[in-house]
Nanobody
Framework: QVQLVESGGGLVQPGGSLRLSCAASGPIFSTNTMGWYRQAPGKERELVAGITSVGIRNYADSVKGRFTISRDNAKNTVNLQMNSLKPEDTAVYYC?????????????WGQGTQVTVSS
């Protein structure tokens, strides 16, 4: 199965920046979507940003203009550049890999990385 390893979380002041990275290994299909989700205490997990293997991006309205998702298909990595961070961005961020091949859905999650925005 696919393994996802995240890095880059931490504590940052409001208005600051962080960059999250996720490296995928294992049986990677060439056509897939990778993305970042987050879950704050007491809330449901939500999509932050996603990017397909051909570079089509989508973002949650709450992060548009502040976050940028990118990927390197040769290295099977996906990154999330987070700027102008707000306290409400505080959450555990999870990397996700999803592929739909021959009628079967392959969906995997990373272990999560904590992002805390606080002064």
């Amino acid at each position: 199965q696919v393994q996802l390893v995240e890095s880059g979380g931490g504590l940052v002041q409001p208005g600051g920046s962080l960059r999250l990275s996720c490296a995928a290994s294992g049986p990677i299909f060439s056509t897939n979507t990778m993305g970042w989700y987050r879950q704050a205490p007491g809330k449901e997990r939500e999509l932050v940003a996603g990017i397909t293997s051909v570079g089509i991006r989508n973002y949650a309205d709450s992060v548009k203009g502040r976050f940028t998702i990118s990927r390197d298909n040769a290295k099977n990595t996906v990154n999330l550049q987070m700027n102008s961070l707000k306290p409400e961005d505080t959450a555990v961020y999870y990397c996700n890999y999803n592929a739909y091949v021959l009628g079967r859905n392959y969906n995997y999650w990373g272990q999560g990385t904590q992002v805390t925005v606080s002064s």
